[in-house]
Every structure is written in C-alpha cells, then in structure tokens.
C-alpha cells in the first residue's frame, strides 16, 4: 500500500473528457504564467507521450514568439541527472544488453529459478520484473523468490554504478536525492510555480520527486476523474486517497460535444450522455484479424480523399501492448500506409538495419576465423567490405564508411518516403551510437561477435523509450497503444480487436510465476491482491458478474482503457472487429461485451457495410472477384440445372470496361489481370 504525501499546493479535479481537462490546463495555467512569468512556470506532464499535447493547448497563451515550458517527470529528472552528476544514463537498449549479460552467468539459489532458468524467455522475463520493480520503487521483501531478484537488482546496480552508469529506472530517485542537496537544486530549480497536469497517473515515485522539487514553489494540480489507466496498475483508488492538497476544487460536468467523446463517457462512467449529433461511431467488421487492417487502411484513404485529411490526422490504438503495435505496423505498412510510433522504433522492420545487421555478420565471422558467411553480391560488394575493414580501425567508423561507401544513406534518401526516410536514418544513428558505446565502455568486449549479439537482439526486441525520452513523430498514421494516445487529438481513431478474447481478456502480469502464485506475493509489483471496496472505489462502472475482485478490476480497467482510446478521437471513431481467428481451427470470436453494451446503450453507433466500395483498392477487389464469380457461374451452367442471365452479365462487363477505359494507365493495368483471370479460367497459360 502507498504511503499518503503531502504536498503544499492546489488540487483541481476536472470529470473524465478532454475539452474539460484542457480547458482546465489552460485556466490553471493563465493565472500562474500571469502572476510569475511564463518563463517560471513549468509544467509536468504524466508521460513524455503528451509533452507535444499540452505544448499545443498551451500555446496560445504565450504571448508572442515565447512557448511554454513542457516537460515530463522523467525527461526533467534526466535534465536534473545530467546538470549536476557525472552518471552516464543507459538507454534502453543498452540496458537489456547489459542485464542480459548480468544474468548470463547468475546462480539462482531459488529452486524454483534455478529450474526456470532452463527456459530461453527466463532471462528475458526476469529482466522485466528487474525494471518494472526499478521504476516503481517497489521493496520485494516478503516473497522467498523476489527478495532474490531484489538482490540481483542491487548488484546489478552496484556494477553500473562502479562504471558509472545508471538504468533509466533510478532517474526520479537519482534526481530526488540531488533535489535536497541545497547547492544542487540552486542550479536546476530556476521556475517559482510548477503545473502539474496528468495528476492522476502519478506513481508514488513520481509523488515523491514533485514533492522534492517543489519545495517553496507554487504547485497546482490538475487531475481528469475516471481516467487514471497507468497508475491504477500499480495501486487502487484515486490519487487524492495518497495527497493531501491544502486547497481542492472540483470542476462541475458539461456535455460531451461530440460523440465520440460521448461514447469514451459512457466507457469510462456507465453515464449516457444525451446524443451531441456531432461525430460519428461506427463499427467495422471483417471476417479475421488481418482483414480488419485492410479495412482500417480502406478507409484512411477513403477519408483522405473525401476530406483531403493527412495521414497525421488519423491514429489507431491498440490493446495488446508493443507486439499490437508492431503488428498493426506492419499491416498497415503492408497496405500502403505510413505510420510513426512512439510505442515501437520500426528497428526491428526497417531494410537499412537488416542490411547492416548483415555487414555486421559478415565481419564477426570473419574475426572468428568462421567460414565467412555467403553474401548476395548484387546488394554486398565483398571487396569493398574487406577494403573498409582493412582501412577502419573501430566498429563505429567501420559502419559508417559503409553506410556512406555503399551508397546505403544515398538509398534511404532517395528510395524512401520522407517520411520513412526520417526514421531510417534516425535507427542508422541508433547503430552507430550502439557501437560507439561498446568501444567506449568496460562492460563489454569491443569486438564484431560481441557487437552482432548485441545488434541482434535489439533487432529482435526493437521497442522503444518513452516513458524516459522526448519523441519524435514523422507525420504518418499513429500508431500506439491505447494510455500512449491520452491526452491526444486526432480527427479519426481506428481500435482494432475489439472482441472479448482482448477485451477485457485475461488478467496477465507475468511468465515467470503461475497466475495463482503471483496473487499471493504480497511485494509483487503491481495490484495483485484486491478487495471489492477497492474494485469499487477506483473504478464507477460495474461490467462482470465475477465474484473474483481481481478478475473484476481487470475488467473496468480494461473498459476504462477502451475509454481512454475513444476519448483521443475529435470526429470519427471506429471499433474493428473480426469474425473468427486467423488459425487453423478458424475459431469464431465474440464481439467486446463492453461494444455490445455500448451499442445497446448509445443509439448513435452504426455499423459500416463491408459491401460499399470506398477505396481504390476496394473497388478492384470487387471488379476482379465479379469476374471470377461471372466465370463459376458460367462454368456451373455445363454440370447443373441453372441458367445464367448473360444480358446481365454482358451489361456489367461492359460498364467494368467502360470504367477501365476511363482510368488511364490502372486502367489497363486492371484489364490486364482481368484477362489473366480469363484465360486461367480457359485453361490458357499466359507467359508473360
């Protein structure tokens, strides 16, 4: 259980909707930046998700060219580490390599890990509970298994610390100790008042450093009712159950004005809200989980094209964690989509890091006197990779010449969209930098078969930092999970799988322990061991007849986490769905029960035909399968009793060809496959 806190300062508690919580941000912010200065006003945002965010809503009460001063809890503890200490900060990527090879060569004591320790995700899920225990400054005391892995923490630690080097987790707690050093806090306090919005998803850590650094600063907090999603894995209640603000005032309800947001109330309160008659709800259905992306795509053009919307406007948030995320990527990269990420770096998919990845290979097989591994010559001059390799001395100037010798930078530059273009060149400086620091560092040998591991497990893993750092979005369709989107706007949100096996799912929080040991650790890391009175009281809606308290938060946790996903969409939000599941025994899948309660509840939510054509690639799906249904129908006429009104087909094959003949090029294009199909249906090869 947290502790309660004190804090010297206002609180203002604002109902669940964004125009609410903005309105409120902005009010707040007025009167501070009025009373000291927009330049001594800071303000503090939950995630380093939603810095852009509140940058843009504050914006306009700047004066002149000046913008307002944003920042995160973890992105100005990192400003504080780095003014006043010498640590050298890990990334995450240079973390998990380095606690990998911490845990290498670990003896468990635990018979229990010691037999865990066989399995290949062992190390991978240890390493998870590692951070996870890290960030929120959890004491694992109790359970005989994780006051083990408390141990291993502090060792592993106490190595970074001897090399000087801290894990992204000890940021706040780092900082927290500079802050009450008199001299220290001189030179990286310069605001009078600190605005801290997103109050509600604050962890105890996060309380903890606000509490340091605002000692003898003015403090206002802002938090959204009903919204609190990452938070509220950790412990139950609302924030106000662990402060106590001198001066609270809550903000009455308005109207939700448009429906989309009226549909993230209902979510998130089990209020209905009158109709706003603005906006729009729909739900789109495909028959599996792939095709939901084709239908997802379809209709980004479709708006684009309708609207003239940039593909910026659109985003889609997913509920399965990092691997949704980069499967929605993926598909939507697939259909022609672009995409950007603050959840996932695009690593593990992008050509310039596999290309590298292979020169990478080349090279620690060739040190290791291995035969050197065959390499497509076309895409690999051989001679040039012995040339550089005999010219360069390091890893990093090694990488470089080829990127640049090879014409790979001249390739992303000029084969790429812009928009991937950024990014490849972004994870390209992410390679270089990794190399760089195993040159620069003890921890690791600097050698290619040391390097290419480390590569290839960040290749593998390819996730991303953004509880820790600023992002850098490139402009195409948002792709996230659903607490990374809170806070933002954008003209249509997509949520795909919204079935019941997703939510709510199953409770999951982690592999290392059975479901039914780990709500008996009374020091695991998150909320394991609930009562009713808790379920209760953080949550206002009731969605499962469960008797379970455990399975009954998860359940409004998953709801409210489905509420906070609608309630980024400013115009059109659609919840996607399938049919059955993409496997073998082509399973048949329920609709969400909190979509079915919805749509009993909101008469606004409609259901979208898959039968209109509204896209391009719709339309020759549609003109391709006609023809081959015109065919079968044809061909059934020889071996059944059943006749074929030619007339018509003959109409509709002639208004198919008058279209192509009004198309152009694809016009053409599509004439072509159309005779194919013709011609495969006759038994004609065609060679060409």
């Known amino acids: 259980m947290s502790t309660r806190r004190d804090l010297e300062g206002k609180l203002i508690s604002v109902p669940f909707g964004q125009s609410q919580t903005e309105s409120a941000v902005r009010d707040a912010y007025r009167e501070l930046h009025e009373e000291y200065g927009p330049e001594n006003v800071l303000v503090l945002t939950g995630s380093p998700t939603s810095m852009d965010t509140f940058e843009e809503v504050l914006g306009p009460e700047v004066p002149g060219a000046s913008v307002p001063r944003v920042s995160s809890l973890v992105v100005h503890a990192t400003d504080v580490v780095n003014a006043v200490t010498d640590e050298v900060i890990l990334s995450d990527t240079l973390r998990r390599e380095l606690v990998h090879r911490f845990l290498a060569d670990k003896e468990w004591e635990s018979e229990y890990f010691e037999k865990a320790a066989e399995l290949e995700s062992f190390a991978g899920d240890v390493a998870q509970l590692m951070e996870t225990a890290t960030w929120q400054d959890a004491t694992l005391d109790s359970t005989p298994e994780l006051i083990e892995v408390e141990e ?31 001299e220290q806090r001189d030179v990286v306090v310069d605001v009078d008042a600190i605005l801290a919005v997103e109050f509600e998803e604050f962890f105890p850590l996060d309380r903890r450093y606000l509490a340091a650094l605002t000692t003898d600063l003015e403090l206002v907090c802002v938090r959204e009712r009903a919204s609190s999603v990452r938070r509220t894995g950790v412990e139950t209640g609302p924030v106000t159950d662990y402060v106590s603000l001198t001066d609270s005032n809550s903000e009455t309800e308005q109207a939700p004005a448009s429906r989309p947001a009226a549909t993230a109330r209902y979510l998130a309160t089990g209020d209905v809200p009158d109709d706003p008659e603005r906006g729009a709800v729909t739900v789109l259905s495909a028959d599996s989980g792939d095709e939901q992306f084709d239908r997802i795509a379809d209709e980004i053009e479709r708006l684009r094209e309708v609207h003239g919307w940039q593909y910026d406007s659109f985003a889609v948030a997913t509920g399965h964690g990092t691997d949704g995320v980069s499967d929605a990527i993926h598909a939507l990269t697939q259909a022609g989509i672009p995409t950007e990420s603050t959840t996932v770096t695009g690593f593990g998919d992008d050509p310039a ?23 497509d010559e076309s895409e690999f001059d051989t001679a040039l990779l012995s040339k550089i390799r005999a010219e360069e001395d390091s890893l990093a100037d090694v990488l470089r010449r080829w990127a640049t010798a090879s014409g790979l930078k001249d390739r992303i530059a000029t084969q790429a969209s812009p928009l991937d273009a950024r990014s490849q060149f972004g994870n390209v400086r992410r390679v270089f930098s990794m190399a760089e620091f195993i040159e620069d560092t003890e921890f690791v040998e600097a050698s290619w078969p040391v390097f290419v591991e ?65 709500v008996e650790m009374p020091d695991f890391p998150g909320v394991t061991d609930v009562t009713g009175s808790e379920v209760a009281s953080t949550f206002q809606t009731q969605s499962t007849a469960s008797s379970d308290p455990l399975m009954q938060y998860h359940v409004e946790q998953s709801r409210r986490r489905l509420a906070v996903g609608a309630n980024a969409a400013s115009e059109r939000l659609y919840f996607c769905l399938y049919d059955h599941e993409s496997s073998a025994l ?23 035909s898959d039968d209109e054509i509204r896209s391009e690639r719709r339309a020759e799906e549609f ?10 129908d044809v061909r059934r006429t020889q071996s059944r009793d059943m006749t074929v009104a030619l007339d018509d087909l003959a109409g509709d094959l002639g ?29 004609r090869v065609r060679r060409d």
């Open 586 to 608: 082509d399973e048949k899948v329920q609709p969400s029960r909190f979509l079915t309660d919805a749509y009993r509840q909101l008469p606004w939510i409609q259901d979208e």
């Open 655 to 683: 208004e198919i060809h008058r279209v192509l003949d009004e198309s152009g090029e694809r016009g053409e294009a599509m004439r072509d496959a159309l005779q194919a199909r013709v011609d495969f249906a006759a038994g």
């Open 353 to 375: 890091i596999r290309e590298l990845l292979e020169v990478t290979r080349y090279y620690a097989a060739e040190s290791e006197d291995e035969e050197t591994p065959s390499v």
């Open 454 to 518: 480390m590569l290839e497990r960040a290749h593998e893993h390819a996730d991303s930092e953004t509880r820790t750092s600023a992002t850098n979005l490139d402009g195409g369709v948002r792709v996230d999970r659903l607490e990374s989107l809170k806070n933002g706007s954008w003209r249509a949100v997509f949520v795909p799988d919204v079935v019941d096996q997703a939510f709510p799912g199953d409770p999951f929080l982690t592999r290392l322990f059975p479901q039914d040991r780990v």
């Open 623 to 632: 003109v391709l399968s006609r023809i081959d249904r015109a065919l079968a």
């Open 152 to 182: 291993v923490i502090g060792e592993f630690q106490a190595w970074l610390a001897d090399h000087g080097h801290i894990e992204r987790g000890q940021l706040l707690s780092t900082a927290i100790e500079q802050l009450g050093k008199s």
